[in-house]
């Protein structure tokens, strides 16, 4: 059996007996209640066209469960659950799931079912018919597969797992689907706490999520180290060398004492709190230092490494600035940002890995981190820094950007830089930022001080930033450029929006300067946002014209209206040449109250 398969079991076993056993219906359900207990599950309650050739896809589909309040929350919020979705219920969720991973807000579709999120993401155009429907029965069928289909091969009826865990049935996916079909509210409290589940999380998706922290925590207790023997000391104590078997030996013990809580202080304390329970303790383990366990290649981690890693965790010496925690919390957005930085990390780790010092390593990106945590687009170039030591073959200018991209992105990103003259000068000075003829380190710190400012900028205005990442990843030919189609979409088809481009790059001038008087724009900010007056209005402005630029819904905007009129009015006195299209955008947005 793989390592998986017998963490997923124990998993389910000791979230589910941690309340007094029994179920697998998140606690509390009668035993009666509606039960798949057949191999292929039933489709009686289908109230529309057939999604999935797989009966029991379809029965989840069409019915209101943890599921459904994962992917379409807002949906399944107006259904009791249990309630039979219609055709057009089943439409709205996905399109609710489309509209989510649309608008980059979709983690917890990731956790869920990161290959069906992916492939979601590449078109998030609103479907009309329940024949269209391709998202939701395929983030179903992965996230079954993900959180029961490894537990198949233990659940079985010679190990008894299946009484224990859901009595009521008959085969490993009728326990699985019992606990979809649960009713949240009657998750115990237990349960959440034992899981360390997130608020707003279904059990449903918390044993997803959990399964994946437990993979990588796995690779933790493999050998006896100060993790497990914390954790799991009798068996840390029988471990030699490192092995799968000492993981699952440690993980029975951990398992076993559910009701046990752990005084921990120094390292342990920090990454899992003074008073937790032991398990509780092992995900938030896996969940921490798993990146870390991913860069190295998912295999277990050296015990003297682990050891050095938790010791320098301890808040007594870890006062750093940044910590050395906030480091390692910080790590998975770094990891995502720089694609070569788990390879870089690997490749010291292997070296001499009981004397790798990760903080040191990471403490040599500090730049990095300032400059993904608001432009995570730049990561591709701090990754081509790294891999020939600070030699840059990405061209760091718009043009030059603008010539290598393929006629479809080309189209997406033209519009949009012709309608924001400020914009093409502005990305011209933040990649300038990386010219550098010198060795990475000192080119990302030179970088980090260019975008310091800026960065400042962004952090209180996150569209302006989401904005800028747009363009930079489709400059950069990281993405396809498809996330500025809706505002390409509003500018040719409204008239009136250009409305909007004219006034966030009049925005854009008082802030950073106009290139037409200065040759260039200044990342350097005197005084953000470069008015006199900074009101709250301000900033609810311009979050609001670039948000409804790049949504292509000015709906957006108009619902701000009351609260920015006066200040677009301002900018229109201040900025008399524009006055026509600021005064005919009011007037339209107007009209659409």
């Known amino acids: 059996?793989?390592?998986?398969?017998?963490?997923?079991?124990?998993?389910?076993?000791?979230?589910?007996?941690?309340?007094?056993?029994?179920?697998?219906?998140?606690?509390?359900?009668?035993s009666g209640k509606k039960s798949n207990n057949q191999a292929t599950g039933s489709t009686g309650s289908i109230t529309g066209e057939e999604v999935s050739d797989d009966p029991l896809i379809n029965e989840l589909v069409y019915t209101n469960n943890q599921f459904i309040a994962t992917v379409c929350p807002q949906l399944s919020a107006t259904l009791v659950n249990g309630a039979s979705l219609t055709a057009a219920d089943v439409v709205a969720c996905e399109n609710e799931a489309l509209g989510v991973i649309y608008n980059d807000n979709d983690q917890h579709l990731e956790d869920l079912c990161p290959v069906a999120t992916a492939e979601a993401a590449l078109d998030t155009t609103p479907i009309a018919e329940i024949t269209d429907i391709s998202f939701l029965p395929a983030c179903l069928a992965e996230s079954l597969e993900g959180a029961g289909g490894d537990l198949g091969d233990v659940l079985d009826d010679d190990n008894g797992l299946v009484d224990l865990v859901c009595p009521d049935a008959e085969t490993f996916e009728d326990c699985i689907v019992d606990i979809i079909e649960s009713d949240?509210?009657?998750?115990?409290?237990?349960?959440?706490?034992?899981?360390?589940?997130?608020?707003?999380?279904?059990?449903?998706?918390c044993l997803v999520a959990a399964g994946q922290d437990l993979e990588n925590a796995m690779q933790l207790i493999s050998n006896n180290n100060s993790l497990s023997q914390a954790l799991c000391p009798d068996a840390a104590a029988l471990m030699e060398g490192t092995s799968e078997v000492n993981a699952e030996q440690c993980l029975a013990e951990i398992v076993s004492n559910t009701d046990a809580i752990l005084n921990l202080g120094g390292g342990l304390g920090a990454i899992c709190g003074s008073d937790t329970a032991p398990l509780t303790c092992l995900l938030n383990s896996g969940e921490l230092i798993g990146p870390v366990v991913e860069a190295t290649g998912g295999e277990p981690l050296d015990a003297d490494f682990i050891n050095n890693l938790i010791t320098a965790l301890d808040p007594a010496t870890d006062t750093g600035e940044p910590s050395n925690l906030s480091l390692l919390e910080d790590l998975p957005d770094l990891l995502d940002a720089i694609p070569g930085l788990g390879d870089l990390i690997n490749a010291d780790y292997e070296a001499d890995?009981?004397?790798?010092?990760?903080?040191?390593?990471?403490?040599?990106?500090?730049?990095?981190?300032?400059?993904?945590?608001?432009?995570?687009?730049?990561?591709?170039?701090?990754?081509?820094?790294?891999?020939?030591?600070?030699?840059?073959?990405?061209?760091?200018?718009?043009?030059?950007?603008?010539?290598?991209?393929?006629?479809?992105?080309?189209?997406?990103?033209?519009?949009?830089?012709?309608?924001?003259?400020?914009?093409?000068?502005?990305?011209?000075?933040?990649?300038?930022?990386?010219?550098?003829?010198?060795?990475?380190?000192?080119?990302?710190?030179?970088?980090?001080?260019?975008?310091?400012?800026?960065?400042?900028?962004?952090?209180?205005?996150?569209?302006?930033?989401?904005?800028?990442?747009?363009?930079?990843?489709?400059?950069?030919?990281?993405?396809?450029?498809?996330?500025l189609q809706p505002a390409i979409d509003l500018l040719a088809e409204v008239p009136e929006a250009i409305a909007l481009t004219d006034l966030i790059?009049?925005?854009?001038?008082?802030?950073?300067?106009?290139?037409?008087?200065?040759?260039?724009?200044?990342?350097?900010?005197?005084?953000?946002?470069?008015?006199?007056?900074?009101?709250?209005?301000?900033d609810i402005l311009l979050t609001a014209l670039i948000a409804g630029l790049l949504d292509g819904s000015p709906l957006s905007i108009a619902g701000y209206l009351d609260e920015v009129k006066q200040d677009i009015n301002k900018f229109a006195s201040e900025y008399p040449q524009n006055g026509y299209n600021t005064t005919q955008l009011v007037q339209w947005l107007e009209s659409l109250q």
Do not use: W
């Open 1 to 30: 059996m793989s390592t998986l398969r017998y963490v997923l079991a124990i998993l389910l076993v000791s979230a589910l007996t941690a309340c007094g056993g029994g179920g697998g219906s998140g606690g509390g359900q009668d």
């Open 353 to 483: 890995p009981a004397n790798f010092d990760l903080f040191e390593f990471l403490n040599e990106l500090l730049a990095a981190y300032d400059i993904v945590e608001q432009l995570p687009a730049l990561g591709g170039i701090i990754d081509d820094l790294l891999a020939d030591d600070g030699n840059n073959d990405i061209p760091l200018n718009v043009d030059d950007l603008l010539a290598g991209l393929t006629p479809e992105a080309l189209a997406l990103i033209s519009p949009l830089l012709d309608s924001l003259p400020t914009a093409e000068p502005l990305l011209n000075e933040i990649l300038a930022a990386f010219q550098c003829g010198s060795d990475a380190q000192t080119c990302l710190a030179n970088a980090q001080t260019s975008l310091a400012q800026l960065n400042t900028v962004l952090a209180h205005e996150p569209e302006l930033a989401e904005l800028l990442n747009r363009l930079l990843d489709t400059l950069l030919g990281q993405t396809s450029g498809a996330l």
């Open 184 to 205: 949240p509210d009657t998750t115990p409290e237990e349960v959440i706490e034992l899981l360390d589940c997130e608020e707003g999380q279904t059990l449903y998706q």
């Open 505 to 538: 790059d009049e925005m854009l001038k008082k802030v950073f300067g106009d290139p037409a008087d200065n040759g260039e724009v200044m990342l350097t900010v005197n005084a953000y946002p470069g008015v006199t007056e900074k009101t709250e209005a301000t």
